[in-house]
């Protein structure tokens, strides 16, 4: 089992990789090659065929929520390739997708949705399963969560990140987040999008129902917009867990990466071009 982040905000070792603000995970286990999300442009492809890795053969795509910065690669991704990969999308992917970036007071100033529409995937014949269950299993060893319970107190939703519901711009409460899970032998390893309802709900509800083992979590934590108190709250959940690695990247910051490599002695920056193998 292989995984490769194709995009990510920053460089790793290989200073010739594109990099963008957005994220996009190769995913290649068994026969399976499995995008989970696509960035923002097609710098993830360019990125792709410089490290030899043929992205004709993706066969599913998992997009983690509708924000730009995770799916607006996808249209690059089908005009680049004659391909027609199985999407798993949750149930509130479209429902909930038009998006928007707003002030305190509500007022919209940004669309940060996606570029595309269930037509535009329908229109080229590709399936779309739409995730509604807790846990979908989707191969032998790959699982998406879904639903995440919102328990942990000092979790809090964005107030500037809003849906547009008729005229009005409610919280967006991210009900459409989805996680994958990697079941290896060692436990399970998470990838994250965002994190968007909370990585410690995100975590406990996944604990709660699957009873295994959190091998490892990588990806998107979304704490850039928290305050010192959380982070360490943050710290603290994770402390009480077994994990072996921690690979945050995207939306966490440079402040909150800091405190966890202070901290955790299995902590990395994952970075454009990182790759665990498992």
Known sequence: ????????????????????????????????????????????????????IDLKRVNKVILSHAHHDHCNGVRKLLAHYDIAPKFYVSEHFFKDGNKYRCTEEGKAHKYVGADFDEEFLSNRRIEIEYVNENVTKISDDVYLFANFDRNIDFEKNNHSLRVKKGNEYIIDKFEDEIVVGLDTKKGLLLLLGCSHPGIT?????????????????VGGTHLIEAGER?????????????????????????????????????????????????
């Open 201 to 217: 709900n995100i975590i406990e509800t996944i604990v709660k129902r699957t009873s295994k083992k959190t091998y490892g979590i």
């Open 230 to 278: 959380r982070i360490k709250k943050t710290m603290q959940y994770l402390k009480n867990m077994d994990t072996k690695i921690l690979g945050f990247s995207h939306c966490t910051d440079e402040i909150a990466e800091k405190m966890f490599e202070e901290e955790f002695e299995q902590f990395y920056a994952n970075r454009t071009g990182s790759v665990i193998d498992v």
């Open 1 to 52: 089992m292989r995984i490769t982040t194709l995009i990510e905000d920053l460089a790793g070792d290989n200073k010739k990789l594109k990099c963008e603000h957005g994220l996009s995970f190769l995913i290649e286990v068994g026969k399976e090659k499995i995008l989970f999300d696509t960035g923002e442009t097609d710098k993830f492809i360019w990125n792709a065929e410089s490290l030899n």
